[in-house]
């Protein structure tokens, strides 16, 4: 008697803030208890889900009708129930009371510290039915299931882009509004999306918190730490359907398979250059700009990109993680393991159209290919001298400002190229690796070598 009677009072006072909310209408497709009826459950009748109490059904409801009565008042974004907004304002307020016992790391949410756990554990409890993959999280499964299926449900109603997930179009959109509303609050740069700044905030804190179990190498990402691994087992799971090459990252597939449809979407506006690939084009406009923001902090040597400077911070610390499993030789990053591989295997995958020469990587196929065209597309702005290499443009600058970045150690003389000091540094050691065929005589310059070799081909006397 008592559940039915209050079954009525909550009938009555939710149609009684309907009649306020609403101007006196009851709201349409919504079926409530009927107390006369004896049934404890209450149907939605626009999808025909069953809930258990009135309260859940109202909740569930505001899914068909877009009702967020609740609001932040600080960035006015509106959530369908209470409880998501005390989620969401731990993002202002910077709370995180759920801490991991193994790390130490803190979480806004618990759900959030019950997937970090599983970094940890390596759980991943939800398999793909179809590929067997396994994932950590229930939502990535059902995102994973939709490559299978290729369905992509959501469109943007701009420029018509269609998207797999609605949090992807969420993103998607923001392009076209120009929207960051996330500020580091340490150096003031802007995001669009609150992960972003997350991913950001940790190139001030340093923390790097996901460790490959193989070499020990720490990652600020779990999604970098994935690339990484694959670098040891050599899982390549993303192959091209034209010719059946095989990527360790989806992104390097999608860039491949523009050589085959020669498409070329981003376009430079200061010099007109189209590019396959949105890194290519990035590193494109420094050129223009001639930003280099990462520094190092040990010679003061600064790079256009993060991942230069890291490769670059192995010259000091002698770390060399990549090794050939052919001969055993180590190397300081993957791009030129890969080139040393094709020693071994022989496979030179790049030809030139124009004279059929063949090379093992696609950058010097490119360099080759000016010496065809005769593009020279980097330009001194002091004196205009233009080059086909960015290397050698580089190189040439240094004429103008007098630097010297390549000191000796031994004697403190200092050179603008690092092939000079290697030079000088034989006259230290006493190294000659150049030696003449003919009679043996070694030279600790190439150049001194091929003067040399004049003296036997002029038929002259060979000195002692």
């Given amino acids: 008697h008592w559940e039915n009677t209050n079954g009525l009072l909550l009938n009555h ?10 101007g006196g209408q009851k709201p349409k497709n919504l079926l409530v208890c009927n107390s006369d009826s004896g049934n404890k459950s209450t149907k939605c009748s626009v999808c025909g889900k069953t809930f258990s109490s009135n309260f859940k059904m109202r909740k569930h409801y505001r899914i068909h009708t877009g009702e967020k009565p609740y609001s932040c008042k600080i960035c006015r974004k509106a959530f369908r129930e209470s409880k998501y907004l005390s989620v969401h304002m731990r993002t202002h307020t ?42 950590a999280e229930a939502s ?9 299926t290729g369905e992509k449900p959501f469109s943007c109603h701009i420029c018509g882009k ?13 392009i076209h509004t120009g929207e960051k509303p996330f500020v580091c609050k340490t150096c003031g740069k802007c995001f669009s999306h609150n992960s ?16 490959c179990t193989t070499c020990g190498r720490c990652f600020s990402h779990s999604t970098t730490l994935l690339r990484h691994t694959r670098s040891h087992t050599g899982e390549r799971p993303y192959s091209c359907a034209t010719c059946g090459k095989c990527f360790s990252q989806k992104v390097n597939l999608n860039v491949h398979m523009r050589t085959h449809t020669g498409e070329k979407p981003y376009l430079c506006k200061t010099c007109g250059k189209r590019f396959s690939d949105q890194s290519g084009f990035k590193r494109h406009m420094t050129i223009h700009t001639g930003e280099r923001p990462y520094i190092c902090k040990t010679c003061n040597k600064a790079f256009r990109y993060s991942v230069h400077l890291m ?28 080139k040393h591989t094709m020693t071994h295997t022989g496979e030179r995958s790049y030809s030139c159209q124009t004279c059929g020469k063949c090379f093992s990587d696609n950058s010097n196929l490119l360099r080759h290919m000016r010496t065809h065209t005769g593009e020279k597309p980097y330009s001194c702005e002091i004196c205009s001298k233009s080059f086909s290499q960015s290397s050698n443009l580089m190189q040439h600058i240094r004429t103008h400002t007098g630097e010297r970045p390549y000191p000796c150690g ?36 190439k150049c001194t070598l091929l003067k040399h070799m004049k003296i036997h081909t002029d038929g002259g006397a060979v000195q002692s």
């Avoid at 006072?13 to 609403?22: A, H, K, Q």
């Avoid at 990535?140 to 299978?148: E, S």
């Avoid at 972003?196 to 460790?211: A, D, F, N, P, V």
């Fill in 311 to 338: 490769v670059h911070m192995r010259t000091h610390t002698d770390e060399r993680p990549y090794f050939c499993k052919t001969c055993g030789r180590t190397f300081s990053d993957p791009s030129t393991l890969r």
């Fill in 162 to 174: 269609i998207l797999r997930y609605s949090s992807s179009l969420s993103a998607h959109m923001k």
């Fill in 13 to 22: 006072l939710w149609r009684s803030r309907d009649c306020f909310i609403n």
């Fill in 410 to 445: 031994i004697c403190d003389k200092s050179y603008s190229h690092s092939c000079t000091l290697l030079k000088h540094m034989r006259s230290h050691s006493g190294e000659k690796p150049y030696s003449c065929e003919l009679c043996g005589r070694c030279f600790s310059h």
């Fill in 196 to 211: 972003s700044l997350i991913s950001h905030m940790r190139i001030h804190t340093g923390e790097k918190s996901y460790q």
């Fill in 140 to 148: 990535a499964l059902r995102n994973h299931m939709l490559t299978h």
């Fill in 94 to 135: 910077g709370e995180k009371p759920y801490s991991c016992e193994t790390c130490g790391k803190s979480f806004s949410q618990n759900s959030h510290l019950s997937s970090h756990k599983r970094t940890h554990t390596g759980e991943k409890p939800h398999p793909c039915s179809t590929c067997g993959r396994r994932f």
